[in-house]
């Protein structure tokens, strides 16, 4: 039996995010949603995180940054991105110095629509990839 | 007799953080509670323990995490010295000796973060270590021994003669229990601030194992108020568990309202707890009793 599924710890980083995105995810820890029934931790430590949480999409500055945080996870981790932005660039997509979504620096788990993306749908994609992560203890055991 | 005690031994090494670990659970329903919120399950400490086990283990030197096995094995020693009734003041070196190699760790891990992280965790230990051995003290004072033992087999329990010092042992309680607003060094809530001090370079097992060393060292924090409490009377003994439940519960109200302070007001404010209490309590005892 794997415990990732019942206590992922989550890191969230904001990359050029509008900040409308953020504070949904932060709605997701308020007493209305109450994330850590889960177990769900937010911590500000990337050694400690199972789930990297982007909102907002990747610019020319930010690139060197997502990519460190992403190799200091310990494995099993998963990349969820949330909010338009963080698919594909969104609004932002054709400013000069957008490269696009997080997918063109980070192997991306899991996308979670929305502008802003609901508490509902972050949660909902939280879930969704702790099956993802479940996979990946598996495969690591392997 | 001798392997009574090897029995004794093992089943406070096993209980002793099981006990500690459903006590974090409790501890986080009821922060939880008081915000506002369901919070996790009781079990959510050990899921997150079994987790981190499992985990990759990153390896930032070759040095650093074994300060944190020398720790959880001088805090298990403490644990034992302490439930099997030995020696007040031993337990109490072995346990900064823990605490000390806990720091280590944190300089050792060499992140900027975990060497704020240590250089905090030694001015919590200047802070309270002092009140800590004063209640070894006053307790010698009222029971003439240093063994837990003798002190939890007097005919009056301790507290009638040093409810000052109680006092100011459970305000550095607030120190041991690593709770706000002395949760200076490491702590789930410091996110943004000290990126969790002295814990952060550690993952995977290390982690766990940190984690674990954190259950041992409420449960030695709680023995402390227990002994205040417990007397030759068995009756006694459900009286020092009950005290020791509302000074937990004590410390998570202060937790969930208070917010960090600077190192400089923790240790002048325990400090000055510590010598007022201290000299008073102490005064009185020698004044009246002896
Ligand atoms: S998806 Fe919308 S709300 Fe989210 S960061 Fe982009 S613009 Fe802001």
Same mark, same amino acid.
């Given at each position: 039996?794997?415990?990732?599924?019942?206590?992922?710890?989550?890191?969230?980083?904001?990359?050029?995010?509008?900040?409308?995105?953020?504070?949904?995810?932060?709605?997701?820890?308020?007493?209305?949603?109450? @994330?850590?029934?889960? /177990?769900?931790?937010? +911590?500000?430590?990337?050694?400690? %995180? =199972?789930?990297?949480?982007?909102? *907002? #999409? $990747?610019?020319?500055?930010?690139?060197?940054?997502?990519?460190?945080?992403?190799?200091?996870?310990?494995?099993?981790?998963? @990349?969820?991105?949330? /909010?338009?932005?963080? +698919?594909?660039?969104?609004?932002? %997509? =054709?400013?000069?110095?957008?490269? *696009? #979504? $997080?997918?063109?620096?980070?192997?991306?788990?899991?996308?979670?629509?929305?502008?802003?993306?609901?508490?509902?749908?972050?949660?909902?994609?939280?879930?969704?990839?702790?099956?993802?992560?479940?996979?990946?203890?598996?495969?690591?055991?392997? | 007799?001798?392997?009574?005690?090897?029995?004794?031994?093992?089943?406070?090494?096993?209980?002793?953080?099981?006990?500690?670990?459903?006590?974090?659970?409790?501890?986080?329903?009821?922060?939880?509670?008081?915000?506002?919120?369901?919070?996790?399950?009781?079990?959510?400490?050990?899921?997150?323990?079994?987790?981190?086990?499992?985990?990759?283990?990153?390896?930032?030197?070759?040095?650093?995490?074994?300060?944190?096995?020398?720790?959880?094995?001088?805090?298990?020693?403490?644990?034992?010295?302490?439930?099997?009734?030995?020696?007040?003041?031993?337990?109490?070196?072995?346990?900064?000796?823990?605490?000390?190699?806990?720091?280590?760790?944190?300089?050792?891990?060499?992140?900027?973060?975990?060497?704020?992280?240590?250089?905090?965790?030694?001015?919590?230990?200047?802070?309270?270590?002092?009140?800590?051995?004063?209640?070894?003290?006053?307790?010698?004072?009222?029971?003439?021994?240093?063994?837990?033992?003798?002190?939890?087999?007097?005919?009056?329990?301790?507290?009638?003669?040093?409810?000052?010092?109680?006092?100011?042992?459970?305000?550095?309680?607030?120190?041991?229990?690593?709770?706000?607003?002395?949760?200076?060094?490491?702590?789930?809530?410091?996110?943004?601030?000290?990126?969790?001090?002295?814990?952060?370079?550690?993952?995977?097992?290390?982690?766990?194992?940190?984690?674990?060393?954190?259950?041992?060292?409420?449960?030695?924090?709680?023995?402390?108020?227990?002994?205040?409490?417990?007397?030759?009377?068995?009756?006694?003994?459900?009286?020092?568990?009950?005290?020791?439940?509302?000074?937990?519960?004590?410390?998570?109200?202060?937790?969930?309202?208070?917010?960090?302070?600077?190192?400089?007001?923790?240790?002048?404010?325990?400090?000055?707890?510590?010598?007022?209490?201290?000299?008073?309590?102490?005064?009185?005892?020698?004044?009246?009793?002896?």
């Amino acid at each position: 039996m794997n415990y990732n599924t019942k206590s992922p710890w989550i890191l969230h980083y904001d990359g050029s995010s509008c900040n409308g995105c953020d504070i949904e995810v932060l709605a997701c820890l308020t007493p209305l949603y109450d @994330v850590e029934r889960f /177990g769900v931790i937010n +911590t500000g430590n990337p050694r400690h %995180a =199972d789930i990297l949480l982007i909102t *907002g #999409g $990747v610019n020319d500055q930010n690139i060197p940054v997502v990519k460190q945080i992403y190799e200091q996870m310990a494995e099993p981790k998963v @990349v969820v991105a949330v /909010g338009i932005c963080a +698919t594909s660039g969104g609004i932002f %997509a =054709d400013c000069y110095n957008m490269v *696009g #979504g $997080v997918e063109n620096v980070l192997p991306v788990d899991v996308y979670v629509p929305g502008c802003a993306a609901r508490p509902q749908a972050i949660i909902d994609g939280v879930v969704k990839a702790l099956a993802v992560l479940d996979e990946k203890q598996n495969a690591m055991k392997k | 007799m001798l392997a009574i005690w090897i029995i004794r031994i093992i089943l406070i090494v096993v209980l002793t953080p099981i006990v500690g670990g459903l006590l974090a659970g409790f501890d986080r329903i009821i922060s939880a509670r008081v915000q506002g919120r369901k919070g996790p399950p009781l079990l959510q400490p050990f899921y997150d323990v079994l987790k981190l086990i499992k985990k990759e283990n990153i390896e930032v030197n070759k040095t650093y995490k074994f300060y944190v096995y020398a720790s959880l094995f001088f805090i298990i020693l403490t644990a034992v010295i302490m439930l099997m009734g030995g020696d007040m003041l031993l337990a109490i070196f072995v346990l900064t000796l823990g605490a000390i190699f806990f720091a280590f760790g944190g300089y050792a891990s060499q992140s900027p973060y975990s060497i704020i992280g240590a250089e905090r965790e030694l001015l919590q230990m200047m802070a309270y270590e002092p009140m800590v051995l004063i209640t070894a003290a006053g307790l010698y004072m009222v029971s003439k021994s240093f063994f837990i033992s003798d002190m939890i087999s007097q005919a009056v329990p301790a507290i009638v003669y040093l409810p000052a010092v109680f006092v100011g042992f459970v305000y550095i309680l607030t120190f041991k229990l690593r709770k706000s607003p002395f949760d200076l060094s490491l702590g789930h809530h410091a996110h943004q601030e000290l990126v969790q001090g002295i814990s952060t370079e550690y993952s995977g097992r290390e982690l766990a194992i940190i984690e674990i060393t954190h259950w041992y060292e409420s449960i030695i924090a709680l023995a402390f108020v227990y002994v205040f409490f417990a007397t030759s009377n068995p009756i006694s003994h459900v009286f020092a568990v009950l005290a020791c439940l509302v000074v937990y519960f004590f410390e998570i109200l202060v937790d969930n309202s208070t917010v960090r302070v600077k190192w400089q007001l923790a240790l002048k404010s325990a400090w000055i707890v510590t010598g007022v209490v201290s000299v008073v309590n102490l005064m009185i005892v020698s004044f009246f009793k002896f």
